[in-house]
């Protein structure tokens, strides 16, 4: 009689897939949430760029 050599319990596909789905979900929302972080990021830095071009004593040399 032949045994299989394995210990594993057979899942149903639909068990499977609903488990995959919620990876994929857990996946992509975290893509999005880094990429979110990494604009917010770039943004600020941008921002803080400008300011510093900007900024109160930027236009003291000219005035004098």
Request: hydrophobic share 30%.
């Amino acid at each position: 009689m032949f045994r299989p050599k394995t210990h594993y319990e057979q899942v149903p596909v639909e068990t499977v897939r609903k488990i995959v789905e919620q990876q994929i979900r857990r996946e992509s929302a975290t893509e999005q949430d880094q990429g979110t972080r990494k604009k917010a990021f770039v943004e600020d830095l941008i921002g803080e760029q400008q300011q510093t071009v900007v900024g109160p004593g930027a236009f003291s040399e000219r005035e004098s």
